[in-house]
């Protein structure tokens, strides 16, 4: 696949796959996500972007309402509540998994795989097996194929 080069958003900075790409445009940050919950929330939170980290480079951005992580595109997302993280993975394919609280599928390779984490045991390697897979659709691996 030929190499292309992100699009910026003039208005918010934010970096795109596709040009002019439709989104949100606005500048939070992540301590928000964080204020008023309980304190496992953001240890377990950087316990996720370190897995991911371990895979590669990700952008983290954090938006009104959720924390997504993107390389060309956005790959998954983390939700911070009072007491878990509610997030989701974007794999090519549909995995059925007890771990998985719902599976929206988008397209042909591109479907929604909902969880939620309570502890860093949930953090396993299941867990990591999928934000590998989910990463390399941030890469925009699954259109080579």
């Not at 696949?1 to 439709?22: D, I, P, V």
């Not at 008023?36 to 952008?59: C, M, T």
Request: a positive charge; charged letters at 30%; hydrophobic letters at 35%.
């Amino acid at each position: 696949m030929k190499e292309r080069h992100l699009w910026q958003s003039k208005k918010c900075g934010r970096y795109f796959a596709n040009r002019n790409q439709s989104h949100a445009c606005g500048r939070h940050d992540l301590e928000h996500h964080f204020a008023g919950k309980s304190p496992q929330i953001r240890p377990l939170f950087d316990q996720v972007v370190a897995a991911i980290r371990e895979i590669g480079p990700v952008r983290i951005l954090p938006e009104k309402t959720r924390i997504a992580f993107q390389v060309r595109m956005s790959f998954a997302q983390l939700t911070p509540k009072s007491r878990w993280l509610d997030g989701h993975v974007v794999l090519a394919r549909r995995l059925e998994h007890p771990r998985f609280r719902q599976i929206q599928t988008i397209s042909r390779r591109n479907h929604i795989h909902t969880f939620r984490l309570t502890s860093t045991r949930d953090i396993n390697a299941d867990f990591r097996s999928w934000l590998a897979e989910a990463y390399s659709i941030g890469e925009q691996r699954h259109l080579e194929r």
